[in-house]
């Protein structure tokens, strides 16, 4: 998102997260059997100085898919670390790096939370051309 933008921005009744571009975000996935998947805070740090939140309801549910979207470029990529902390000192539960060379959608192998964990940590760089990664959840039937 243009820096200028940042202000008036809508979070689209919850279904989207924003950071600045080409700035890394990061997103806090928090396991909460009370309450439905939702995002809770749609601004990244970048823009307002905290990660992205998003709350689930079901540990082992979620099969997750990203795909980005943008020019077909050489250095349009994401990577994308899965943490169980927010140091992303080592990707822990994985990593994935995306580009739009005809590669640009992955399937995570494992399952969001699928480590029985409360919080997995999410930090998302993206390289120069990069323009929106589009992350869907789907729960099992």
Not at 17 to 39: C, K, R
Request: glycine share 8%; net charge negative; proline share 6%.
């Amino acid at each position: 998102m243009p820096p200028d933008t940042h202000e008036s921005v809508g979070c689209g009744d919850g279904h989207r997260v924003f950071t600045e571009l080409g700035a890394a975000g990061v997103i806090v996935w928090t396991l909460d059997a009370n309450s439905p998947i939702h995002v809770d805070d749609c601004l990244a740090q970048s823009i307002d100085g905290d990660p992205a939140t998003i709350f689930a309801d079901a540990a082992g549910t979620y099969t997750v898919w990203v795909r980005i979207h943008g020019p077909n470029k050489p250095g349009n990529t994401l990577d994308i670390c899965r943490s169980v902390d927010q140091d992303f000192t080592e990707c822990e539960l994985g990593s994935v790096n995306l580009s739009r060379t005809g590669t640009d959608r992955f399937r995570f192998p494992t399952k969001l939370f699928d480590t029985n964990l409360q919080n997995e940590f999410w930090l998302l760089d993206p390289g120069t051309n990069f323009r929106i990664a589009e992350v869907r959840l789907y729960q099992a039937s």
